[in-house]
């Protein structure tokens, strides 16, 4: 048996934990990049240098989950009215279920306004985001090719209807890394329930796990298993990890060439360090009455949302690359007034709030703010109960979505939907062009953003023949 | 001298430099290059592709001969580091691994200063060239220990090394070299090699292939391993669970020499159920195994789990693999009333899939066939077949007619879920029990529904179909009221009724799980219903609505004898009859004429015992994949397994009798190693490897003493975090059940294969510990190191569990502390604690009591009902969702019912659970 007496850390010596040393001490990856090429940091969320000259540093991505209606938020289209209840006839024979059936015009049960200096054209619902209007780019050219949830969540998160890839924002941090070395790169914040396809929407795919979005929740520790078990004290893990750590150091005596101890003992001694750093980036009570009012803290209604409205601007604020934020129900097949106009005063204020507040930090310049959801809605619907139950379906040809931020244009309407709003038909692009575009704006080209596997180089675009919306760009 | 010494060495230099929120690392020696190193990847990729092309037609001419131009030879990696001459003269260095800026490589074939490369302008690089270059070097400017031959292939005739396909003169043809193709073609008879080998250090024909190479480098093997890291590697490998201290002690103390003692512990580990357990996981992760469907509902699959003991049972039965390969793709039309014959083809349905009412029932039709035809390439031959769908495979000689012929194999196979008697040895045990809670669900749904219908309709007037105008009746509606019925649930005008409804529905659809049933496929025609066989079609672009030539069933014509319109034969021809398609594809596949077949098989089973493949990419044998380390010896033992009757078990004694699965895992020659083996893919030394999640999991549950070994039968349920088993997830029309562990203390306890695998929730042991990715053929489990890995083992409750059962089941064995803490050294490591460790752990323990005397554990809560709430799309109403109540849950151990000296030493369980000597295995 190993005499464990003779141990005097001999295994620190080598050159090699010499190397460990060096790259692990805070402030040190200038020094490491002269040491390693630049191939041994993949894997690793360190800082990386972007392609080109990034106009925005972080991102967040409000995804309204469940397909909110171009029509009845951002994208009016009168001729409906005309229309009101009239049958309307499909052409084709592919369809699902859910589109077969007698179908019929259905026009918006919302009042819109025009806002801002621009005067665009919003739902009457968004009162509070009315304000910001002059900070927004509309964007109407957006289409997808999936209606069902889980395929078209997948495509607008990872770029593959059938999942198992990167998400966006696993891209970005295996682009970028990280800004933050204490905090992922990559946070989604899920409402209550989280989304068909379930993490498959932040998933790491292909890539190894450090780029997987790591999911913060509302209450409660946000991170799962950051604190031990009710009970235990901090000093007594302190003294649990001493142990451990001599235990390690012993045994890695024995295996100095074996690189992954180290790592592994560095990994306990970060972890405990998170472990009392995370909770006060999550604690809004840090923040003061008046934030907290704006984002509609308290209020039942936008609670929910504002906290994590709120929580994505606290996180982008300390180097948060990527934070995706949920808010479900928009799925509106019957009964859509009253329930788009609940969703539209759950995210309004919050919303309004947070470009607010990111414009008065002056972190609006260096975040891009994207709205959408997986797609748009039909025109016309089948309807029930005496014409009075109609919401929409689900429509792929035309989304809603706009972009706040750097790089892109403010108080402008960029492409158009046709007549009815069906279909996406002016300065129209796909899902991977946004992405692109988003990778564009954030300093990453697409056709370079590679990452090897099953013997070809996948990128978040699939094909490499992504375009950028150049329409919406300044 | 640093630089150098850094490009060398850089594919073991470890990953952990920004220790950031996450941490990845890989040893000196396993994973795979693919999965680990992305960018080591792509610039291999780049430079096989295009850098080393272009070097050698642009700069090796001059700088690459006996004499080089300046003494600046580009013909090797350090070489061309070393700059020769240039070393002294020039400013900058020739080559900067990572910086393309520093590089003089780079600024000379920019020509924006002097000097220019190539010498000549009309030479000079194109703009995209120069970029290839930039590119290189920037991605770290990869040099692959096996020059690609792509300079000679280019140099060549066309025809000479072009592989030309079964479409004629004018169909597709790739630019391939022998070595693109080596895994077509047959594998070659190699003599066992002698020359230069001490015959004394061989103990298998292995090691005679393996010290060829070794002595190429000129590098020393490790010495032999002790026997306490022999028995633990060697139990960890076959059986997934620690020894425990008697088998230590008794293979230790064991007079007998070293090869009969290993070889008596060999065959009794071969034995053991717990090898099918551990090795059956490992085709499961190929296969694709999960207990529900993914996509939108991730419904329960009923009756998977036979599919699962099907596999374990077969690697305990040590059945061949060329039977193991056509029970999976044919079984049912190989035999069709064996009921196993039934479940063994469900392979073809285990990837994720779903159908509902929004999905487009021919397209997600055409979505399986194109998994099926893929992942049926992959698995069997580690070909990755998906590219074709569109177009011409890119890399490999595999035309997009190949494709549609191979998914032609399929296109006769439907879903079916036949009768399938259960077994003599399938465990149906447990069924009672759980259908009854099924049941129970069942009454407590209608029972809320039934209420909630009462409440609604007060004040209504009912809703009836057929006088709605907007509302087109079918036949025989008219009067029906549809609340109750779930054929129609659509119409109930109210969001908690339709959720109800739904979820009833959920509960009926897996009522089917608890009956003898089969997860399977058939071809046989519909019964009332003669059908022609189903016609396919290449399909442009891969898209059912552009329809092309027409196609019928085949074989791929790139792999070698296998093209039917040049040689046809009995083996490579499919007749295009509905039935039969897939025995005949089976039987192309499960034979020794395959060169493929064998190849990969061995090359998995090489790198669940190595940690990595001889070739490294073990799901592509392709171009793009790597070649083989030792190509004879993979021939070789591709030979020794057909001859041996694809027995995996042989295959296994093969490999754990040689020399080079015996070494210590500590490289007798460390910087020799450094230098001329970084990756270890001579074996020098043996791997060292982190545990598996399953393995970790189990060995945790072993070492506490509360493993359950029962074997197979209905997934079980483990505890799991709270926070994640009651996460409200989003279904269609409602939240998916919440997560309940098994009311059984024991089931809890069962070993981690038998657990439910649920593709849209994994356990975070699973997720944190690089599970299986249950969506695509898992071709190595990695084995990074984040922080979240932390959190999971060092603040979950499962940690905490293990670790407090542990400790009352030391105490209630041995009477002293030193007992106890040498006990649990034995059981964690496989040996007794140094005095140091011993007076350390002491002082801790004690330390710990003293502590858990002052303080009195709250007792558990009471649980309450679960309640959970969503919204809802109907009117988008938030809605309370009443899941599942804890009726006769039998709770774990809890610190409150123990004494502070039991949590004290729980608290040395917990990091003895966490150390590195735990998760490690050398």
């Known amino acids: ?474 | 001298m640093m630089q150098e010494i850094s490009a060398k060495r850089r594919k073991c230099l470890p990953l952990v430099l920004g220790l950031g929120f996450a941490m990845a690392t890989h040893c000196l020696s396993f994973a795979s290059e693919a999965a680990v190193e992305p960018d080591s990847a792509e610039s291999e990729g780049l430079f096989a592709e295009e850098a080393w092309p272009l070097l050698q037609a642009k700069c090796m001419e001059c700088h690459s001969t006996d004499e080089p131009e300046s003494s600046f030879d580009m013909s090797s990696l350090e070489s061309l580091m070393n700059g020769g001459e240039l070393s002294s003269k020039a400013a900058i260095q020739t080559l900067v691994p990572g910086d393309p800026e520093s590089s003089m490589l780079y600024q000379v074939v920019l020509r924006t200063s002097e000097p220019e490369m190539p010498p000549a302008k009309r030479n000079a690089l194109s703009d995209e060239q120069v970029e290839v270059i930039r590119k290189w070097i920037e991605t770290g400017a990869a040099w692959p220990e096996t020059l690609p031959d792509v300079a000679a292939a280019d140099a060549l005739p066309l025809d000479k090394f072009a592989v030309t396909v079964s479409q004629g003169p004018d169909g597709p043809r790739w630019n391939l070299t022998e070595d693109d193709t080596w895994a077509l073609r047959p594998p070659k008879r190699y003599a066992v090699p002698s020359e230069g080998i001490d015959q004394d250090s061989v103990k298998t024909a292995i090691d005679a292939f393996l010290f060829t190479e070794l002595n190429k480098k000129d590098l020393a093997a490790a010495p032999a391993a002790k026997r306490l890291a022999l028995i633990r590697r060697a139990t960890y490998d076959l059986t997934g669970l620690p020894p425990t201290p008697e088998e230590v002690e008794a293979f230790v103390d064991d007079t007998l020499g070293e090869d009969e003692a290993f070889d008596a512990l060999l065959e009794r580990l071969l034995a053991s159920q717990r090898y099918g357990e551990r090795w059956g996981r490992h085709w499961l992760d190929v296969a694709r195994y999960a207990d529900t469907d993914g996509y939108a509902n991730d419904s329960e699959r009923p009756n998977a789990w036979r599919y699962r003991d099907y596999v374990i049972r077969s690697f305990n039965d040590d059945k061949s693999y060329d039977d193991f390969i056509v029970e999976q793709v044919a079984g049912d039309e190989l035999a069709p009333n064996d009921p196993e014959m039934k479940v063994a083809a469900g392979f073809l349905r285990m990837g994720p899939w779903e159908l509902t009412g929004m999905s487009v029932e021919s397209v997600v039709r055409q979505l399986w066939l194109d998994d099926v035809t893929h992942n049926t390439g992959v698995s069997f031959l580690a070909l990755s077949l998906r590219c074709a769908r569109c177009h011409d495979h890119k890399f490999d000689p595999l035309p997009t007619k190949d494709y549609y012929r191979f998914q032609a194999n399929f296109t006769t196979t439907r879903f079916v879920t036949p009768e399938a008697k259960y077994l003599p040895d399938e465990n149906v045990s447990h069924i009672p029990e759980l259908l009854a809670y099924i049941e129970k669900k069942i009454a407590y749904n209608k029972k809320s529904f039934d209420a909630r219908y009462e409440a609604f309709r007060q004040g209504r007037t009912k809703y009836n179909k057929s006088q709605d105008p907007f509302v087109e009746a079918k036949d025989g509606e008219e009067e029906k009221i549809v609340f109750i019925d779930e054929e129609n649930t659509d119409i109930a005008p109210d969001a908690e009724l339709k959720a109800y409804a739904k979820r009833r529905k959920i509960l009926l659809a897996e009522l089917p799980g608890y009956e003898p049933l089969a997860y399977s496929v058939t071809s046989a025609p519909l019964e009332d219903d003669d059908v022609a066989p189903a016609e396919t079609f290449i399909l442009a672009g891969g898209s059912l609505d552009a329809k092309g030539e027409r196609v019928y069933p085949g074989v791929l014509s790139m792999v070698h004898g296998s093209d039917d319109s040049e040689a046809p034969s009995a083996w490579n021809t499919i007749s295009p009859d509905a039935r039969g398609r897939r025995l005949a594809l089976a039987n192309w596949l499960a034979s020794p004429s395959n060169p493929l077949t064998a190849r990969v098989m061995v090359n998995r089973i090489w790198q669940w015992h190595f940690g990595m493949g001889i070739v490294k990419t073990s799901n592509n044998f392709g171009k793009m994949g790597s070649r083989p380390t030792h190509p004879e010896l993979l021939d070789w033992m591709a030979q020794y397994f057909v001859e041996h009757r694809w027995s995996v078990k042989e295959i296994h004694r093969l490999i754990m009798r040689s020399a080079a699965y015996r070494r210590s895992s500590s490289a007798a020659d460390v910087a020799a190693v450094e230098l001329q083996d970084p990756n270890n893919e001579l074996l020098s030394y043996f791997p060292p490897r982190r545990l598996m999640s399953e393995e970790l999991r189990d060995s945790a549950l072993s070492i506490a003493g509360v493993l359950n070994l029962e074997m197979g039968g209905l997934p079980t349920f483990p505890d799991l975090n709270e926070d994640v088993a009651h996460q409200p997830r989003k279904i269609m029309g409602q939240l998916a059940s919440a997560y309940r562990p098994s009311p059984e203390r024991e089931q809890r306890r069962r070993r981690t294969v038998y657990t439910h695998y649920q593709r849209n929730m994994a356990h975070p042991i699973q997720e944190v510990f690089d599970g299986a990715p249950m969506d695509i053929a898992c071709e190595a489990r990695r084995e990074s190191i984040v922080t979240p890995q932390v959190f999971n083992l060092f603040n979950g409750q499962f940690s905490y569990d293990m670790a407090l059962e542990m400790a009352a089941n030391l105490e209630a064995q041995f009477p002293k502390r030193k007992g106890q803490i040498e006990r649990a050294f034995r059981l964690t490591f496989g040996r007794p604690p140094s005095p140091s460790e011993m007076k350390t752990c002491l002082a801790h323990v004690q330390k710990m009591s003293k502590h858990h005397n002052t303080v009195t554990p709250e007792p558990p809560k009471t649980r309450e009902r679960l309640r959970r709430s969503f919204i809802h799309e109907f009117g988008g109403k938030t809605l309370v969702n009443e899941d599942w109540d804890w009726e006769g849950f039998e709770f774990n151990l809890h610190p409150s019912e123990v004494e502070a000296h039991t949590r004290g030493l729980a608290e040395l369980c917990l990091v003895l659970i966490n150390s590195n000597e735990f998760i490690y295995i050398y």
């Open chain 1, 1 to 474: 048996m190993p005499n464990c007496d003779q141990i005097q850390n001999a295994g620190l010596m080598n050159r090699r934990n010499f190397i460990y040393q060096v790259a692990s001490g805070a402030g040190s990856l200038a020094l490491t990049s002269m040491l390693q090429p630049q191939s041994a940091l993949a894997g690793t969320l360190s800082a990386k240098l972007p392609h080109h000259a990034p106009k925005a540093k972080s991102c967040i991505f409000l995804f309204m989950e469940g397909g909110p209606s171009h029509i009845d938020t951002f994208d009016p289209k009168p001729k409906l009215e005309d229309f009101h209840l009239k049958e309307f006839f499909r052409e084709g024979d592919e369809f699902s279920s859910l589109e077969s059936g007698r179908r019929y015009y259905i026009q918006s049960p919302f009042k819109f306004r025009r806002v801002g200096k621009s005067g665009v054209q919003m739902c009457e619902h968004f009162r509070h985001l009315a304000d910001c209007a002059d900070d927004i780019c509309f964007y109407r050219g957006a289409y997808g090719e999936s209606v069902n949830h889980p395929t078209a969540n997948f495509h607008v998160s990872t770029g593959n209807k059938f999942g198992g890839d990167p998400a966006l924002g696993a891209w970005v941090s295996y682009g970028l890394g990280t800004k933050n070395e204490n905090l992922p790169a990559f946070v989604v914040l899920p409402d209550l329930a989280i989304p068909q396809g379930g993490p498959g929407n932040w998933g790491n795919g292909f890539m190894p796990p450090i780029y997987q979005g790591t999911t913060f929740r509302a209450t409660g520790a946000p991170i799962l298993d950051l604190n031990p078990p009710q009970g235990v004290t901090l000093e007594i893990q302190r003294s649990n990890l001493n142990l451990l750590a001599e235990l390690n150091r012993q045994h890695q005596v024995y295996h100095p060439e074996h690189e992954a101890l180290e790592a592994r003992i560095e990994s306990y001694e970060l972890a405990f360090r998170m472990q009392a750093e995370i909770p006060g980036v999550v604690d809004l009570d840090n923040e003061s009455q008046a934030t907290r009012d704006m984002y509609g803290i308290g209020e039942p209604d936008t609670d929910n949302f504002g906290r994590r409205c709120l929580l994505a601007r606290r996180l982008v604020e300390r180097g948060v690359r990527f934070v995706q934020l949920y808010s479900s129900g928009w799925d509106s097949h019957d009964y859509i007034e009253s329930a788009h106009s609940k969703r539209m005063r759950a995210v309004d204020k919050p919303i309004a709030a947070l470009l607010k507040d990111l414009k008065r930090t002056g972190l609006l310049d260096e975040t891009l703010v994207i709205w959408t959801g997986e797609f748009g809605r039909t025109p016309d619907n089948g309807i029930r109960e005496f014409g009075k139950a109609y919401g929409r379906d689900h429509n792929s040809g035309a989304m809603p979505m706009w972009f706040a931020g750097p790089g892109v244009r403010k108080g402008e309407v960029i492409g158009a939907t046709d007549e009815m709003g069906g279909k996406a038909v002016e300065a129209a692009h796909p899902i991977k062009d946004i992405h692109t575009t988003i990778l564009h704006l954030m300093g990453l080209k697409d056709a370079d953003l590679t990452y090897f596997n099953e013997g070809r180089f996948k990128q978040i675009s699939q094909t490499g023949d992504a375009k950028l919306i150049r329409e919406i760009l300044t």
